[in-house]
């Protein structure tokens, strides 16, 4: 079975609803209003979301990684709670904010690589989401 992406919609005018993306051709998923985006928006339900909001980067190198970055967008966007202000790594199960109060995400990777885990859940509070090193 192919490596695909998996996007569930967790609040959001697309709530209830899971895509897949196939990992073959692609290099990136755009999220935004904007109609081409890979992980398109409702341009009036979902006003939080900026045009072009933010972007997952996929690292196709000895291992298979996975970077997000938010592209300026004016309400930011939050990984498990946490804003991001630079490029971010990100792993199965992290949840996506995309805008302050706007829709939320669930991001995976199915099947799972084994060296891909979901983050450790600290009790008590949210894990912490380490930048990217420089």
Known sequence: MATRIEIRHVAGSK???????QLDNLT????????RSTIAFD????DRVSRNHAVI????GDQL????????SSNGT???????????ELLPEDRIEVGS?????VFDVQPRPSHLVARTRITGGEAMVQPAAN
């Not at 709530?15 to 993306?21: P, S, T, V, W």
């Not at 990136?28 to 109609?35: A, Q, V």
């Not at 990684?65 to 300026?72: E, M, N, P």
């Open 15 to 21: 709530a209830n609803q899971i895509e897949q993306f």
């Open 28 to 35: 990136e998923l755009t999220i935004g209003r904007d109609p």
């Open 43 to 46: 341009p009036t339900r979902d």
């Open 57 to 60: 980067r996929i690292l196709k």
């Open 65 to 72: 990684a996975f970077r997000i970055a938010d592209l300026g």
């Open 78 to 88: 939050k990984i498990n709670g946490s804003k991001i202000e630079r490029e971010t």
């Open 101 to 105: 109060g706007g829709p939320v995400i």
